[in-house]
Nanobody, 117 residues
């Protein structure tokens, strides 16, 4: 079992910044990759950024250059630094852990990000 807890969401004005955190616990040695997803009302859940245990990362085109994903293996925590936020970034952000070999994933409860004046 893997448990994921997101934090860091909130209300921010356009152009502002937020840093999201996702802390993993449990059978964490089986985690191969950590991914941030987001889902806004009326839209499909979309991949925002992902990072492997080895440190390889990728981003959605819509956030490239503005968001940075990082991982602190000692703390079993992944971060999403979000800069130059836009109203269209508003969504519930979810952390996802991919399990090595099995392909199973675990989800956090989500954290709300609202970008508004």
């Amino acid at each position: 079992q893997v448990q994921l807890v997101e934090s860091g969401g909130g209300l921010v004005q356009p152009g502002g910044s937020l840093r999201l955190s996702c802390a993993a616990s449990g059978n964490i040695f089986r985690i191969n990759a950590m991914t941030w997803y987001r889902q806004a009302p009326g839209k499909e859940r979309e991949l925002v950024a992902s990072i492997t245990t080895g440190g390889n990362s990728n981003y959605a085109d819509s956030v490239k250059g503005r968001f940075t994903i990082s991982r602190d293996n000692a703390k079993n925590t992944v971060y999403l630094q979000m800069n130059s936020l836009k109203p269209e970034d508003s969504a519930v952000y979810y952390c996802n852990a991919g399990i090595r070999s099995s392909g199973r994933t675990y989800w956090g409860q989500g954290t709300q990000v609202t970008v508004s004046s």
